[in-house]
């Protein structure tokens, strides 16, 4: 067992193509030795912006000797009357490089076949390598690659360097002209000479020596650990967003933070404003103090030691000063207009070309939010309209315009500003809310009216028009919308009927083209899977989301409801069998959907006892179910495991006289439609 060490030096690599690189260099390396019998320890991938790193502990020096069956033509095929070998047989030898008189008869689900038995010498690892560590960097997916000089594969940046260490030796690989060494790289500029190496522990040190800290866990930590010094003694802390952390870890070999200052009369900037200016474009962390708001001070990070602290701060200080110069003059100039006499100006704007303008847009979405408003939340219907009308009519602001991040932030800012009241303010903002799955949702119930409102608009337009996602394409993001949709509704536990919003939404579009009668339905659908998918994805089985789902989906929230109830008991052994006995029952009642039950037809002891008990076990769970108690309603069905085993036992259900028949037809018919009304519990049964 050796160790493995592949580096790939290159120019600076983007800061958002790092970490999936990595991801993808242990994963894919990790294929191709399970794929060449190999046995291999721990996996590690560290990078930088110049260079992406795999380690791996332990790989096998050898591949095992093995034996590899080879199925051939069957035996009818390879041999005639006599048993002697046929040409397809002669060929199938001769291929396989042993002789027809070694070829073996085996038995087959298809029949008998003749089989060659190939004995498979090992090869070295190191010999192996070569072509392994090639297929790493020509499968590895950017974003964006591209192709330099006269080479032949992309890259997402050009490769400068390759170091190919097995147990010490170099591997003899060449990509696109550059032959691998023994020897990285230093820091661009404070080492960029040749450094000798001999494996992964020695490479971290030597790197680190030479102001390289490859690994990005700890090159994270040294950029927080810089940033927090660069203000010490400014009565301010920073303020450590993850994704800016993430982000300027990766664009730095090792971190040197200066902190600089900006006049007080930014501050007259909303918060967000600020913080934007300096995060997204510049990459600079912002100060606050102990009460959260902004102080005029900022932390930026040097990829190269600050050797003179006041040029570094007053470079930085300058860029920031014109770019925060620019947001003054925007906000200042915004602030001249109402957020609301901006709203017709929204007819300039196209949202799609067969769905209108974004004028048309905001009146279809203030008129479905005023709907849903009067269903769930009618004493805050006049708000939720008003938040509707005004929430996109901050696109059309110099600000949002220099930043497109802002929108909805600007608009809540300006909705202020004009004396709108609180909540519409909060609504516009919030109305964008879910950002990304997982992501934050609204607080307010209006602004959660008005972002549904907003996706529901979106689907059914794209859907009208089909534009449905097909395969991985989705240009409208329309998956996305419709997690975030259906997170609303359940984060804020709303019992709406996704099918009334669905046609409520569809009618909006009402004269601008002809709708097809079924696309309420294939909206719906597509609402269901990706409710499916995303509770599957938190770790629920899907027979379970199947189960029900099967038996109703319109109201989201209650189906989750059910979908718990079922996960909790499902654990149960009385209701495996119950599942299992029900899954019965739906086989043998199939069409019949009678309920009516004359008693004086019962005639065993076995079908008047699960009658009795269908009828109290109803009469306990109506109320509950009723009232989404999914699983109490459940723990008192599994009464009628042992009346049902004791029924299907001793009663034939298909007997002679048809009225005898029809009535436990109809017995198990009531006892199934109770059932249902949590979820088909024989998609759960599994057989034993």
């Given at each position: 067992m050796s160790e493995l060490l592949f580096e790939i030096g290159t120019e600076e690599i983007p800061a958002g193509y790092i970490e999936p690189a990595l991801t993808f260099f242990g994963q894919a390396a990790e294929k191709h030795f399970v794929d060449l019998n190999l046995q291999y320890g721990n996996i590690r991938t560290v990078g930088t912006p110049r260079r992406?790193?795999?380690?791996?502990?332990?790989?096998?020096?050898r591949q095992p000797d093995r034996i590899v069956e080879h199925t051939g033509p069957s035996k009818q095929a390879g041999l005639d009357a006599q048993g002697n070998p046929s040409k397809a047989a002669a060929g199938f030898a001769r291929s396989r490089g042993?002789?027809?008189?070694?070829?073996?008869?085996?038995?087959?689900?298809?029949?008998?076949?003749?089989?060659?038995?190939?004995?498979?010498?090992?090869?070295?690892?190191?010999?192996?390598?070569?072509?392994?560590?090639?297929?790493?960097?020509?499968?590895?997916?950017?974003p964006k690659s591209m192709r330099w000089g006269d080479g032949n594969i992309s890259f997402a940046r050009p490769i400068q360097?390759?170091?190919?260490?097995f147990g010490g030796r170099l591997v003899d690989i060449s990509i696109d002209q550059v032959r691998a060494g023994d020897a990285t790289l230093g820091h661009r500029f404070m080492a960029p000479g040749p450094i000798p190496v001999s494996g992964f522990d020695e490479y971290q040190e030597k790197l680190l020596q030479n102001w390289v800290i490859v690994d990005p866990a700890e090159r994270r930590q040294a950029v927080e650990d810089e940033v927090r010094k660069a203000v010490a003694g400014s009565n301010g802390a920073p303020i450590l967003d993850e994704g800016l952390v993430n982000t300027?870890?990766?664009?730095?070999?090792?971190?040197?933070?200066?902190?600089?200052?900006?006049?007080?009369?930014?501050?007259?900037?909303?918060?967000?404003?600020?913080?934007?200016?300096m995060r997204e474009h510049q990459k600079y962390f912002p100060v606050a103090d102990s009460r959260g708001e902004l102080l005029p001070l900022f932390v930026a990070v040097n990829n190269t030691r600050v050797d003179d602290r006041d040029l570094a701060v007053s470079g930085h200080q300058r860029v920031l000063r014109a770019r925060l110069e620019d947001g003054l003059f925007f906000f200042r100039e915004d602030k001249k207009r109402r957020l609301v006499d901006r709203r017709q100006d929204l007819a300039g704007i196209v949202f799609q070309n067969k769905l209108g303008t974004m004028l048309e847009k905001s009146d279809r979405i203030a008129a479905l939010a005023e709907s849903i408003a009067q269903r769930i939340a009618p004493d805050q219907k006049d708000e939720t309209v008003r938040a509707a009308k005004l929430a996109k009519c901050d696109l059309l602001t110099e600000m949002v315009g220099e930043f497109p991040t802002l929108q909805g932030v600007m608009g809540k800012e300006y909705a202020r500003l004009d004396g709108e009241l609180e909540s519409v303010a909060a609504a516009i903002h919030e109305h964008y809310k879910p950002v990304r799955s997982g992501g934050e949702l609204p607080e307010g119930i209006i602004g959660a009216i008005v972002g549904m409102a907003d996706r529901l608009d979106t689907l059914a337009g794209c859907f009208a028009i089909g534009e449905k996602p097909t395969g991985t394409a989705d240009p409208f993001g329309l998956r996305r919308q419709a997690l975030g949709l259906l997170h609303i509704i359940l984060g804020h536990g709303l019992h709406v009927s996704l099918r009334d919003m669905v046609d409520d939404?569809?009618?909006?579009?009402?004269?601008?083209?002809?709708?097809?009668?079924?696309?309420?339905?294939?909206?719906?659908?597509?609402?269901?899977?990706?409710?499916?998918?995303?509770v599957v994805a938190s770790g629920v089985r899907s027979e379970i989301v199947a189960a029900a789902t099967a038996?109703?989906?319109?109201?989201?929230?209650?189906?989750?409801?059910?979908?718990?109830?079922?996960?909790?008991?499902?654990?149960?052994?009385?209701?495996?069998?119950?599942?299992?006995?029900?899954?019965?029952?739906?086989?043998?009642?199939?069409?019949?959907?009678?309920?009516?039950?004359?008693?004086?037809?019962?005639?065993?002891?076995?079908?008047?006892?699960?009658?009795?008990?269908?009828?109290?076990?109803?009469?306990?769970?109506?109320?509950?179910?009723?009232?989404?108690?999914?699983d109490e309603a459940l723990e008192i069905m599994l009464e009628m495991k042992e009346p049902v085993d004791r029924f299907f036992d001793e009663v034939m259900v298909m007997t002679d006289d048809p009225a005898v028949r029809h009535n436990r037809l109809n017995l198990l018919t009531s006892l199934g439609e109770m059932v249902l009304r949590v979820g088909d519990i024989s998609r759960m049964h599994q057989e034993g």
């Open positions: 992406l790193t795999l380690a791996v502990d332990g790989l096998q020096e042993v002789a027809v008189e070694d070829l073996k008869i085996v038995e087959t689900p298809k029949g008998e076949y003749l089989m060659a038995v190939e004995q498979v010498r090992g090869v070295e690892t190191i010999e192996l390598l070569p072509d392994v560590l090639a297929k790493l960097v020509r499968e590895m997916p950017f360097w390759l170091v190919a260490l300027v870890a990766n664009l730095v070999e090792v971190p040197w933070g200066v902190c600089g200052c900006f006049d007080e009369k930014f501050l007259e900037l909303p918060r967000e404003v600020l913080i934007t200016s939404a569809l009618a909006g579009y009402g004269g601008k083209f002809q709708l097809n009668p079924g696309t309420a339905d294939q909206l719906v659908d597509f609402l269901r899977l990706r409710f499916e998918n995303d038996v109703g989906f319109d109201d989201a929230v209650d189906c989750r409801a059910r979908i718990e109830a079922l996960k909790n008991i499902s654990s149960l052994e009385q209701f495996g069998v119950l599942a299992g006995s029900y899954k019965r029952i739906r086989n043998i009642i199939k069409e019949n959907s009678h309920t009516a039950m004359d008693v004086k037809l019962f005639r065993e002891e076995a079908e008047k006892r699960l009658h009795s008990t269908l009828v109290e076990v109803r009469t306990r769970t109506e109320p509950l179910l009723e009232n989404g108690c999914y």
